[in-house]
């Protein structure tokens, strides 16, 4: 088993401190304070780099202490911007929810966990980023695909908006960005041909590398970075 990376380790803190928050937020209709949500984030993330961790060969030569300490203070920050800036436009409806999709023609159903559902039918992906996203990674995001067609198949309409909401943090400042979507009948259509195509490639023992050009395929959030015959040799 491959241990996480600590960038991994701050998104899944700042989902974890995110979730909380919304969770509560179902019954109370009140945010936690900005500084709860922080210490969630936070404690969580010391936890789970009290574990295991994989450290990219920059982050080893700096040293595990320097680093998540520079970490541990990233992530404050991303789960404030969180606190004051998204979470407050969103009243819960769903939090997590768990929805089995049925695929036609295919041997087996796809099972989608929607982070977040508000109060008024748009579908929310809260996202940590290091750069500014652009429209056609809402408009293609296969995520986001499969949370249309998961609210879809609870709600029986379509969501009213389907969101990107970014915390982007750079080296120099940390900023809130949203990016909205649609998808039809013909995107969940592709979906579900994409889904025949990757079942029947494993079943056949074919298992295709991913794109070169996705954010997960670099040294800090790939595992098998080292071991990979291919990965892209100019990037680290
Ligand atoms: S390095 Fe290899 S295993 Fe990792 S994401 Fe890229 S292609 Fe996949």
Not at 31 to 43: K, M, T
Not at 192 to 209: L, S
């Amino acid at each position: 088993m491959i241990p996480p990376g600590i960038a991994l380790l701050k998104g899944t803190s700042f989902h974890r401190a995110a979730e909380a928050n919304m969770e509560q937020k179902l019954t109370t209709h009140r945010d936690l304070p900005a500084e709860e949500i922080v210490e969630i984030a936070v404690a969580n993330f010391e936890q789970e780099a009290a574990g295991d961790i994989l450290l990219t060969d920059e982050e080893a030569s700096r040293g595990p202490a320097v680093v998540l300490g520079e970490a541990k203070d990233q992530l404050a920050e991303l789960a404030e911007t969180h606190a004051k800036q998204q979470a407050p436009e969103y009243q819960p409806a769903l939090v997590e929810k768990s929805v089995r999709i049925e695929l036609p023609e295919a041997p087996r159903d796809l099972v989608g966990i929607i982070d977040l559902v508000d109060d008024r039918g748009r579908v929310i992906d809260f996202k940590t980023a290091t750069r500014r996203r652009s429209q056609s990674d809402a408009d293609s995001s296969v995520q986001l695909t499969v949370y249309a067609a998961a609210y879809e198949c609870l709600h029986g309409v379509p969501p009213t908006e389907l969101r990107l909401d970014c915390v982007v943090q750079t080296k120099t400042q940390t900023t809130r960005q949203v990016l909205a979507t649609h998808r039809s009948r013909e995107d969940f259509a592709a979906l579900a041909r994409r889904i025949n195509a990757v079942t029947a490639a494993i079943e056949a023992g074919v298992f295709p590398p991913t794109n070169p050009g996705n954010w997960w395929c670099s040294p800090t959030f790939c595992g098998y970075w080292h071991d990979c015959p291919y990965r892209p040799r100019t990037a680290g």
